[in-house]
């Protein structure tokens, strides 16, 4: 298998890249890990030069098999469509491109940006999302405490990448969990307490030890706070 010097060693993604060079050949331009090292399965983007109906059915044989390995089912995309699509998603490829890993191939991010505009836009959508979520599900768990803990663990994960995309826009580069709580309770004036107790579901749901019903009050108030902040953000 053939990868630029210096790559990452594919791991349990070794099966679909060995696949991809199969099916793309030197269509396949770049393969990428992305995301935590340790996710199971562990996520990845091939960046080809097209993309056919052909190409869809043969990884769709191959999938069950990618599965099995660990690995998640790769986002294919023409470098053109991931570059044109920066303003459209720049939270979800924005987190590509800092946390990437190469694996095969030339680096397929160079020269690409993400507007502070656009991730600004994009912040907003998330936050106003998750606050509504949070009221409208908080209403359809009538109470039952079990859901309420699920309601809060299940939405930290997004919380989480909110908070470390907005200090992205204020120039914070955060690379540890005590860096996003840092950030939040400085500009956005969070309470620490309370990012500290999603932060940690975020992480863990099973291990945190925090009480996810207790939490959800001051929770809610938080991203209400992270509402009105996103609102009128201005860069430092």
Request: charged share 25%.
């Amino acid at each position: 298998m053939d990868h630029a010097p210096g790559d990452t060693h594919p791991g349990p993604l070794a099966v679909a890249l060995y696949d991809l060079q199969q099916i793309f050949g030197p269509r396949l331009q770049a393969f990428v890990a992305y995301g935590d090292a340790d996710a199971s399965p562990a996520p990845s983007l091939a960046l080809v030069q097209s993309i056919s109906a052909d190409d869809l059915a043969a990884c769709a044989a191959r999938a069950s098999s990618w599965h099995r390995a660990g690995c998640a089912t790769p986002l294919l995309l023409t470098r053109d469509e991931f570059a044109g699509s920066l303003d459209a998603f720049p939270i979800e490829y924005g987190s590509i491109i800092d946390s990437h890993r190469l694996l095969f191939g030339a680096n397929p991010f160079g020269g690409l940006e993400i507007r502070d505009e656009d991730l600004r836009r994009a912040c907003e959508v998330q936050v106003k999302s998750l606050l509504v979520h949070l009221r409208e599900d908080y209403i359809e768990c009538r109470g039952r405490a079990a859901d309420v803990n699920g309601l809060v663990a299940d939405s930290a994960p997004a919380f989480a990448q909110l908070l470390k995309r907005l200090a992205r826009l204020d120039d914070v580069v955060c690379h540890t969990t005590a860096d996003i709580a840092n950030y939040a309770s400085g500009r956005p004036r969070l309470e620490p307490r309370v990012v500290g107790d999603v932060l940690a579901l975020a992480r863990n749901t099973s291990a945190s030890g925090v009480d996810a019903v207790k939490l959800y009050p001051d929770y809610l108030a938080a991203v209400e706070s992270l509402w009105r902040f996103v609102d009128r953000w201005r860069q430092a």
